[in-house]
């Protein structure tokens, strides 16, 4: 019996005629400028309440009546600290280790996935353009009770411009394909659909960031309690959460660290860095090493990025710097914190490390502190 992850080839998919590949690239741009329009928060064709406020990411539940039925609704919303390219590049999955990249960085309960058609691909002239088909298999919420999923779907990358601002769009749309069938009987997945599921990317008025919206419209399919449904859609969508996570220890792992020598001198600091408050005489005392800077334990947060293995070697002074980054497991990892709001930019150090870390500390920038104590179309599209 056929087991995951499948066999390469197990699809047996042939040759697209010209007029397939034309409509099936036609349905991309389609979906896409549909998902873009439904993932409007504010105006758009969707009634949208919040249900879940985490300061720096909201997640929403939506009443679509165009939507089929079984159809659940769900996005997230913040704004993000990166460019277009840095986003679009954490879609790439073309090659199979970028596959495996964003399968570990993302998509981690995503059970096999396989390449049917690649229909576009990126050029000198639209580098981040991209639309192919793709099987995925998603394990279950809860295996004891609900079956896995696979799903069917249309990929497509699209960079476009609305109201004067640059956008990137990764949208999947569900199509049926004759040579993707349902693997129910022989593998135990339920078929599921993809109705609209999308990453909204829009430059912001706020200099640096951009306005990030996910769109997921899917129908699980099959016998699942309702309760379970919405609860694995909603965790989905704070997978958005978890982008910017990544972006933020990408740029704290690719930039060098202070050592102890560089590092503001803690005795020299009676008061928090950012909140002003006074160390009192049992107060934790915390050194950043992107600026320097002395904080309390309330101005910091432990920052161990989940998403990156950081290899640490330990130096002549019995500290621990990061000197470079790489998949491996780590011995030895420096703990770490993270300061992510409030950032007070008036301080002229501040703006210094700025300056010296290209651009990384700002408003809501990434301050790695080392512990003292340490030191819409048809629901499912046949071709």
């Not at 998902?35 to 009443?63: F, K």
């Not at 109201?163 to 078929?191: H, I, N, Y």
């Not at 408050?277 to 904080?295: I, L, N, P, T, Y």
Request: charged share 25%.
């Amino acid at each position: 019996m056929t087991k995951l992850p499948l066999p390469p080839h197990f699809f047996q998919c042939p040759p697209l005629s010209d007029t397939d590949t034309a409509n099936l690239n036609t349905f991309a741009e389609q979906a896409s400028i549909d998902a873009i329009r439904h993932a409007r928060i504010d105006h758009g064709p969707i009634s949208w309440s919040i249900v879940e406020d985490h300061h720096d990411l909201q997640v929403l539940c939506g009443q679509d009546r165009t939507a089929p039925a079984g159809v659940l609704t769900y996005c997230s919303v913040s704004h993000i600290f990166a460019t277009i390219d840095d986003v679009a590049g954490l879609f790439r999955a073309e090659t199979t280790d970028e596959y495996q990249a964003y399968r570990r960085n993302f998509a981690t309960d995503l059970l096999d996935g396989a390449p049917l058609y690649t229909l576009t691909s990126p050029t000198p002239e639209n580098p981040r353009q991209f639309v192919g088909v793709k099987w995925m298999a998603v394990a279950s919420p809860a295996p004891a009770i609900v079956k896995p999923r696979d799903f069917c779907a249309i990929e497509c990358r699209y960079d476009f411009d609305t109201q004067g601002k640059r956008g990137f769009v990764r949208c999947m749309k569900s199509v049926a394909l004759a040579c993707c069938p349902d693997l129910e009987a022989t593998l135990g997945l339920v078929r599921g659909v993809y109705h609209r599921v999308a990453y909204v990317f829009l430059e912001s008025d706020r200099p640096g960031y951009l306005h990030a919206t996910q769109l997921l419209q899917i129908n699980f399919h099959g016998k699942i309690p309702s309760w379970l449904s919405r609860l694995s859609a909603k965790k989905r969508a704070k997978a958005l959460g978890d982008m910017e996570l990544f972006l933020r220890g990408k740029r704290l792992t690719e930039s060098g660290f202070l050592s102890d020598f560089d590092v503001v001198d803690k005795a020299s600091r009676s008061r928090c860095f950012l909140c002003q408050r006074a160390f009192g005489a049992f107060g934790g005392k915390w050194s950043c090493r992107k600026c320097g800077e002395v904080v309390c334990k309330m101005c910091s947060k432990t920052w161990q990025p989940p998403l990156w293995r950081i290899q640490c070697r330990p130096t002549p002074h019995g500290t621990n710097q990061v000197p470079y980054a790489s998949r491996d497991a780590c011995v030895d990892i420096t703990r770490i914190h993270c300061r992510f709001d409030n950032i007070r930019l008036e301080h002229r150090r501040a703006m210094q490390a700025a300056a010296a870390y290209q651009g990384i500390v700002s408003d809501t920038e990434d301050h790695v502190l080392v512990d003292s104590a340490n030191d819409s179309f048809p629901d499912s599209t046949e071709f």
